[in-house]
């Protein structure tokens, strides 16, 4: 059983004195006096004098070791224990060669996947704690904007195809309408039925199977059976009552001229029945 080490250092491997000279006050500002965090670069030493972090290039394994507390690339700040591994060497060493493996150089990110990042996993891998919160917070809520950013440009591209199909959808209603009022405005007993009944048959099929408006042509030629069957009753009803009519004269004609035959029938019986009676 062997501590683990965390070692700290101020970021100060810009390649300029005043920028070097500006992150060590903003360390200072926010990690000393508000207690937010900073720009660091972190290690951590198990077994021996060595410290072992991870850094960009770009062929290889991105691990790397150095004498603890002794990068030359950043300026030391400070160090504390994180725990006591179980662990034998023998161990850490396996430990160490799966880490070599995994994080390759050409993988580093300042935000995403950087020496911090490395550091928290090791030290999970080790049993122990992990970096304090301060440690990697800029890197955290940089990485959190930017998948921030990313998801509401993801959803930007969605709104903005949802509202292209809706005005699509809206266009084609809208010239659906044109067409079915300018078609039914040609004939006036249906100038008052043809937008109803586009509109009507139209959110019928959208709410019941989706389908599309039905065409003004389709509605014209629906009304113009309907009104040809309209005709045919009419003009049967005129026939039957033609016919009533002509059936009434004959029948009236045929009553008057058989009143007159009983009658000479009558009177022609008459005198032969007298004349049978005086003969008797």
């Not at 960009?56 to 691990?63: K, L, N, P, R, T």
């Not at 122990?128 to 591209?157: H, M, S, Y």
């Not at 509202?163 to 959808?169: E, F």
């Amino acid at each position: 059983m062997t501590e683990v080490v965390l070692h700290i250092y101020d970021v100060t491997n810009s390649g300029s004195d005043k920028t070097n000279s500006t992150i060590v006050q903003i360390n200072k500002i926010f990690k000393d006096g508000i207690g937010l965090g900073g720009i660091f670069h972190s290690a951590v030493q198990v077994y021996g004098d060595e410290e072992w972090s991870f850094g960009f290039c770009e062929q290889g394994s991105g691990v790397f070791s150095c004498p603890s507390g002794k990068n030359p690339m950043y300026t030391y700040r400070e160090s504390m224990v994180l725990g006591r591994t179980n662990f034998s060497i023998f161990k850490v060493n396996q430990i160490l060669r799966e880490l070599s493996r995994e994080w390759p150089g050409s993988s580093y990110d300042l935000l995403s996947k950087n020496c911090n990042h490395f550091c928290d996993e090791f030290c999970e891998r080790l049993g122990v704690q992990k970096l304090p919160g301060w440690v990697n917070r800029f890197a955290n809520a940089g990485d959190a904007a930017i998948e921030i950013a990313e998801n509401t440009a993801v959803r930007l591209r969605q709104a903005k195809t949802e509202i292209v199909s809706a005005s699509k959808v809206a266009y084609r209603f809208l010239v659906g309408v044109t067409s079915g009022s300018s078609g039914s405005s040609d004939s006036p007993g249906n100038s008052n039925r043809g937008t109803p009944r586009f509109q009507a048959a139209w959110f019928k099929n959208l709410i019941t199977t989706g389908a599309k408006p039905s065409s003004s042509s389709e509605i014209e030629t629906q009304d113009g059976n309907v009104l040809q069957q309209h005709r045919q009753q009419n003009s049967t009803r005129t026939v039957r009552q033609n016919s009533q009519d002509s059936e009434r004269p004959l029948r009236q004609s045929f009553q008057d001229s058989e009143q007159p035959l009983q009658q000479n029938s009558q009177d022609s019986e008459q005198p032969l029945r007298q004349n049978s009676w005086h003969e008797i």
